[in-house]
Each structure stands twice: as structure tokens, then as C-alpha cells.
T-cell receptor
Framework: DAKTTQPPSMDCAEGRAANLPCNHS???????VYWYRQIHSQGPQYIIH???NNETNEMASLIITQDRKSSTLILPHATLRDTAVYYC???????????FGAGTTVTVRA | GAGVSQTPSNKVTEKGKYVELRCDPI?????LYWYRQSLGQGPEFLIY????????DSGLPNDRFFAVRPEGSVSTLKIQRTERGDSAVYLC????????????FGQGTRLTVV
């Protein structure tokens, strides 16, 4: 019962922006969009989350479409250390569970 | 340390043995979670603690799995009569509370049952 759809893999050139898409066409009004990433042999790391508005922090930007059915995570200047599996998760605000799908394996190439 | 600490980092055990996996959450975090990650898959929820009590253990696969958090800080995941299918990375995470707070994950314990 995956709530999100992500491409299985994508490549990105070092120093360029990486745009990671996520579809969540059945998202409910009280569900947030979260992004985590998992670098090889490490635990998942929180990146960013949002409800309706676009969000930006020191790691990334999150662009959510007006109908909220899809979103894009933007890594503005990808580095080799950004190579990881990126997970897009929808989560009700008060829910404690994170439901990880398969994610997108992002490979940043020099 | 400032992060979530899990010990051991690796554990190899024989089929049928009992194992304990330990998680030290970030100090002051009341919420604690255990997840399991099989090779090539995303983490799957096992159990959630709020303070000392297990608020939701619906993700535990069967009654061979049990977890405790007696003083509301350190947690131990216990697996009895281990099976080869239990081999996975067991991840622990903590957060200050559950309301839209990010979860901080440890490095995980890689369990191999031979």
C-alpha cells in the first residue's frame, strides 16, 4: 500500500542540481511530505518536510505542487557525498511511523 | 556522543540462539523506534515507545521478538530462537516527541543468523 512513487535510480553530475521527483496522488489534507536519505551503511537521515508551501533548509529545497499530488526534492549543488538512497514519505502530522518505500538510488558522478 | 548509539554494530549468531540488541537514544528524547531493514529494501517499522511503554508493537513479526525500555531511555530488542530469516539491519531511532519531529537514526546493528 505504497503511498509514494519514486524512480528507482538516477544519476547526477557533481556540482549540478539534482531534482528528485515523487508522486503522492492519494495524499490527504493532513499528510506531510517528508524526505530522508540513507548513505551506504548508515541509518536514514532526515532532510526536509513540508505540508503545502515550498520549504528550504541548508540541505535541500522541497517543491510541492499546488494540488499536492507530487513534489520534487532539489539538491542545489550535488557532491559525491550526496550519493545515497532518497526516500519520499507521506505522513500524517501526529503519526509516529515512517513508511519507507524502495526510494531512489541517486549516484553523483564526478 | 550526541547521536543515537547502537551496539553491537555487527552480530553473528547461530540459528536457534537468543540475541539482544541495544539502543541508546539521544538524551531527553521521549520517543524511540525500532525498524528492520532487509537487503535492498527500505526500513520497516517494528515498535514504538513513548517513555517506558510500548505504544505500538504492531510491526513485530511474531512473538519471538520483544523490546523493552524500562527507564524510558535505553532500549533493548530481544529475539528468541533466531532464524536465518531474521538476518537484517536493525535500526533504532529517537525523537523529542512524535508531532512532526524528525527522527534521528543510529547506524544500526547488522544481525546475521547462520
Amino acid at each position: 500500500d505504497a503511498k509514494t512513487t519514486q524512480p528507482p535510480s538516477m544519476d547526477c553530475a557533481e556540482g549540478r542540481a539534482a531534482n528528485l521527483p515523487c508522486n503522492h496522488s492519494t495524499i490527504s489534507g493532513n499528510e506531510y511530505v517528508y524526505w530522508y536519505r540513507q548513505i551506504h551503511s548508515q541509518g536514514p537521515q532526515y532532510i526536509i518536510h513540508g505540508l503545502k508551501n515550498n520549504e528550504t533548509n541548508e540541505m535541500a529545497s522541497l517543491i510541492i505542487t499546488q494540488d499536492r499530488k507530487s513534489s520534487t526534492l532539489i539538491l542545489p549543488h550535488a557532491t559525491l557525498r550526496d550519493t545515497a538512497v532518497y526516500y519520499c514519505i507521506v505522513r500524517v502530522g501526529h503519526d509516529y511511523k515512517l513508511s519507507f518505500g524502495a526510494g531512489t538510488t541517486v549516484t553523483v558522478r564526478a | 556522543g550526541a547521536g543515537v548509539s547502537q551496539t553491537p554494530s555487527n552480530k553473528v549468531t547461530e540459528k536457534g540462539k537468543y540475541v539482544e540488541l541495544r539502543c541508546d537514544p539521544i538524551s531527553g528524547h521521549t520517543a524511540l523506534y525500532w525498524y528492520r531493514q532487509s537487503l535492498g529494501q527500505g526500513p520497516e517499522f517494528l515498535i514504538y515507545f513513548q517513555g517506558t511503554g510500548a505504544a505500538d508493537d504492531s510491526g513485530l513479526p511474531n512473538d519471538r521478538f520483544f523490546a523493552v525500555r524500562p527507564e524510558g531511555s535505553v532500549s533493548t530488542l530481544k529475539i528468541q530462537r533466531t532464524e536465518r530469516g531474521d538476518s537484517a539491519v536493525y535500526l533504532c531511532a529517537s525523537s523529542p516527541n512524535t508531532d512532526r519531529e524528525e527522527a534521528f537514526f543510529g547506524q544500526g546493528t547488522r544481525l546475521t543468523v547462520v
